[in-house]
C-alpha cells in the first residue's frame, strides 16, 4: 500500500510560481510511474504531467508546457510538480497518484492505483 501527501499549494498571483511536492509512504514509488492531476470545481478531474519510474521519460498536458515540470527523487521517495507563469485558469485542486500501466495510458485517471487528498493552488488575477 502506498500513501500519499501533496504540499505546496496556495494562493498565488498570476504569473507567479508554487513548487508542490508529493511525499510517499508505506513503500517505496521507485518502481512506480508518478502523475499529477487537477480538479476544479465543477469540472473534472484532468492529467497534468506524469513521469516514470526513473525520471527519464515525462508527458505534459498541452495546456501546462512550457510552464510546469515533473521531476522526483526516488532517494526521497518524493515527485515534484513546479509551475511556473501560472494562470487563473490553473485554479484547482492538485492530486498525485501512482500507477504501474505505460505511457498510453498515463492521462487515464483510471490507470492509477492510489491517490493523494489534493492541495489547493489558487491563482488570482
Known amino acids: 500500500q502506498v500513501q500519499l501527501v501533496e504540499s505546496g499549494g496556495g494562493l498565488v498571483q498570476a504569473g507567479g510560481s508554487l513548487r508542490l511536492s508529493c511525499a510517499a509512504s508505506?513503500?517505496?514509488?521507485?518502481?512506480?510511474?508518478m502523475g499529477w492531476f487537477r480538479q476544479a470545481p465543477g469540472k473534472e478531474r484532468d492529467f497534468v504531467a506524469a513521469?516514470?519510474?526513473?525520471?527519464?521519460?515525462?508527458s505534459h498536458a498541452d495546456s501546462v508546457k512550457g510552464r510546469f515540470t515533473i521531476s522526483r527523487d526516488n532517494a526521497k521517495n518524493t515527485v515534484y510538480l513546479e509551475m511556473n507563469s501560472l494562470k487563473p485558469e490553473d485554479t484547482a485542486v492538485y492530486y498525485c497518484?501512482?500507477?504501474?500501466?505505460?505511457?498510453?495510458?498515463?492521462?487515464?485517471?483510471?490507470?492509477?492505483?492510489?491517490w493523494g487528498q489534493g492541495t489547493q493552488v489558487t491563482v488570482s488575477s
Open positions: 508505506g513503500r517505496t514509488i521507485n518502481t512506480y510511474t
Open positions: 513521469i516514470n519510474w526513473s525520471g527519464r521519460s515525462t
Open positions: 497518484a501512482a500507477t504501474n500501466w505505460g505511457i498510453e495510458k498515463w492521462p487515464l485517471k483510471s490507470s492509477y492505483d492510489y
